[in-house]
């Protein structure tokens, strides 16, 4: 059997086949596939590895175990895979990659830089860097970061659909439509990609086709919680409550890790008289959460709802210190909507109106708060409240 002691060119060459859409299996014996992983090996690895082996194959592993989302153990065979080949820049970016997803981004951002210390053409790595930036709302940093690799690899669709969010969090909806429709041309069955398309039209009001591409989305992956979550905002938006409610349950159903739709739950039973049942319900999720969350800003808006938190210190709180503008933006949308919803359920029609008015002046056009805060003052002046 053949040794190959450099293996960015295995790494290469399985990275592009996970990619792919084939599934087809050129010769290598499955069972002996599965020895040289220690795992089930999907039938695109077994192609790329049917002319080439290594022993042991630690980053083929690491990228068989990040494709089914196994991430701390694809960070162990990286780590081995590292001290195989030190200058392996694919290790470095897998690693890094699943060190993103576990929400440890200190140590993903120490492994990206060794990556594209490595190699500076590194698309992957580049790409990696945005999902840092995007989950601390640099979107001016997640779009540098994308056309960088689409650069290095201008048919890379994960890095158009990281692109398109940055660019719909920015308002640039044209461009993000531009952007989504090159990831799903490059890749018609990413999930992720047709859910970020139904956001972005579901934030220009174009519900027909956002509720098409949301059904689309969860057709490629039952388990899309987002893609429920923007389905039950717009059947909100066209006034179908039930289905509403249906979505926003499936959609915490399906990814527990959601807390929104939980939020839009309370909100829709609130208003239709089960504010003491839907504070209860929401209770349970909020007592329920780990001490690590409390520094969350959704914790603080759970916690406002729950009635854990007063009005003024929850202003205050969305008010303070941020650490980018859209980060202040967003906050002070979501928690003037929430506190206008508590001043609707109490009567003060006139101080909701006024919160309504400051959420709607934060300009977050792709926030549902900033949707359902337009309706309700729609409302409020349709029926001469104000």
């Known amino acids: 059997m053949c040794q190959k002691r450099y293996a960015g060119y295995f790494t290469f060459r399985v990275f592009l086949s996970?990619?792919?859409?084939?599934?087809?299996?050129f010769g290598l014996d499955p069972e002996m596939a599965a020895i040289f992983f220690q795992t089930q090996p999907t039938n695109q690895t077994v192609t790329s590895l049917a002319d080439y082996q290594t022993g042991p194959p630690y980053l083929i592993q690491g990228l068989v175990k990040t494709s089914t989302n196994n991430f701390s153990e694809a960070i162990a065979d990286f780590t081995k895979a590292?001290?195989?080949d030190p200058k392996d820049a694919w290790a470095w970016s897998g690693r890094g990659l699943c060190r993103?997803?576990?929400k440890d981004y200190d140590a993903a951002m120490a492994d990206l830089a060794k990556a594209v210390e490595l190699d500076p053409q590194n698309a992957k790595a580049w790409n990696s860097w945005s999902l840092i930036r995007r989950k601390f709302k640099d979107y001016s940093g997640v779009i540098t970061d994308c056309s960088k690799a689409i650069d290095l690899n201008p048919d890379f669709g994960g890095a158009y659909d990281n692109r398109?969010?940055?660019?719909?969090r920015l308002q640039d909806f044209d461009g993000a439509l531009v952007d989504v429709n090159r990831a799903i041309a490059l890749e018609p069955t990413n999930a992720l990609a047709v859910t970020t398309r139904g956001g972005i039209k579901f934030a220009l009001q174009d519900y027909e086709n956002a509720l098409a591409d949301c059904v689309r989305a969860v057709e490629l992956n039952p388990k899309s919680g987002t893609a429920y979550a923007i389905r039950g905002d717009i059947h909100q938006e066209c006034s179908n409550q039930p289905a509403a409610l249906e979505s926003f349950r499936k959609a915490v159903e399906a990814d527990p890790t959601l807390n929104y739709p939980l939020f839009h739950i309370w909100v829709m039973r609130s208003r239709t008289g089960e504010e003491e049942a839907a504070t209860e319900e929401l209770k349970k999720h909020f007592l329920s959460r780990s001490a690590d969350q409390k520094d969350e800003w959704s914790y603080k808006v759970e916690?406002?709802?729950?009635?854990?938190?007063t009005e003024e210190d929850f202003l205050a709180a969305a008010d303070g210190q941020t650490k980018t503008p859209q980060e202040h933006a967003d906050q002070l949308c979501e928690a003037n909507y929430?506190?206008?919803?508590?001043?609707?359920?109490?009567?003060?029609?006139e101080g909701a109106a006024n919160l309504f008015q400051k959420c709607m002046a934060a300009g977050v056009r792709d926030f549902v708060e900033y949707s359902r805060a337009r309706a309700e003052l729609q409302k409020l002046q349709t029926h001469h409240d104000l």
Request: positive net charge.
């Open 18 to 25: 996970l990619q792919s859409e084939t599934n087809k299996n």
């Open 303 to 309: 916690a406002f709802l729950t009635g854990n938190l």
């Open 338 to 349: 929430y506190a206008g919803i508590k001043h609707l359920l109490a009567g003060d029609k």
């Open 164 to 168: 398109a969010y940055a660019r719909k």
């Open 82 to 84: 590292i001290e195989f």
């Open 100 to 102: 993103i997803r576990l």
